[in-house]
């Protein structure tokens, strides 16, 4: 069964780095996001990606967030100077409705 | 602003036990509502309701959505150790985007002990 994949698994960062989380949706999805979970707290909205651009971004999701669909499969999340408050859980999900599969998330800590 | 509130935050049962999850929510354009399980890392779908008072099952889970008193419950009988895990409701916002974006609640922790 196809499913939706996320590199790294773990990434630790210090402050002010630039990083990039990988997400691999599924082949004939159309619609993708990002979400993240802090520590102990509910699962939050970031982004969402239709046809080649955003089509909606949280509050959350600021001028220090991008995104990106490089190669028709791949689909990154870039942090480009990360904080602490970053460190969370980063979830990509792809759907092709209503529908939304998540990935396994990759844990960013940032010291 | 949006909420989606869920209760309890955490329950333990025995196996065997029926167990009701609570989901209530006051959101604008209201599309639809999701139910997740969260094991480990990711959430895994379980239900989308979108229609009052029609029940969705699947095996021992069900689930009902009532969209008059905003609010929908899932049910899971003959509990198991497997059913351990955080379950997660989300309601799926119409924003006219085209795009479906999830407001999550906190989720309820379900323990099920032997």
């Known amino acids: 069964e196809p499913e939706v994949t996320q590199t790294p698994s773990h990434q630790v960062t210090q402050m002010g780095q630039e990083v990039i989380l990988r997400c691999v949706p599924i082949s004939n999805h159309l619609y993708f996001y990002w979400y993240r979970q802090i520590l102990g707290q509910k699962v939050e909205f970031l982004v969402s990606f239709y046809n080649n651009e955003i089509s909606e971004k949280s509050e959350i999701f600021d001028d220090q967030f991008s995104v990106e669909r490089p190669d028709g499969s791949n689909f990154t999340l870039k942090i480009r100077s990360t904080k602490l408050e970053d460190s969370a859980m980063y979830f990509c999900?792809?759907?092709?409705?209503?529908?939304?599969?998540f990935g396994p998330g990759t844990r960013l800590t940032v010291t | 602003e949006d909420k989606v509130v869920q209760s309890p935050l955490s329950l333990v049962v025995h196996e065997g036990d029926t167990v009701t999850l609570n989901c209530s929510y006051e959101v604008t354009n209201f599309r639809s509502l999701l139910w997740y399980k969260q094991e480990k890392k990711a959430p895994t779908f379980l239900f989308m309701l979108?229609?009052?008072?029609i029940e969705k099952k699947s095996g021992r889970l069900s689930s009902i959505l009532d969209k008059k008193e905003l609010f929908s419950i899932l049910n899971i009988t003959a509990t198991q150790t497997g059913d351990s895990a955080i379950y997660l409701c989300?309601?799926?916002?119409?924003?006219?985007?085209?795009?479906?974006?999830?407001?999550f609640g906190k989720g309820t922790k379900l323990s099920v002990i032997p």
């Open positions: 979108t229609s009052s008072g």
């Open positions: 999900a792809s759907g092709r409705g209503y529908e939304q599969y």
């Open positions: 989300a309601v799926d916002l119409n924003s006219g985007a085209g795009s479906y974006q999830l407001t």
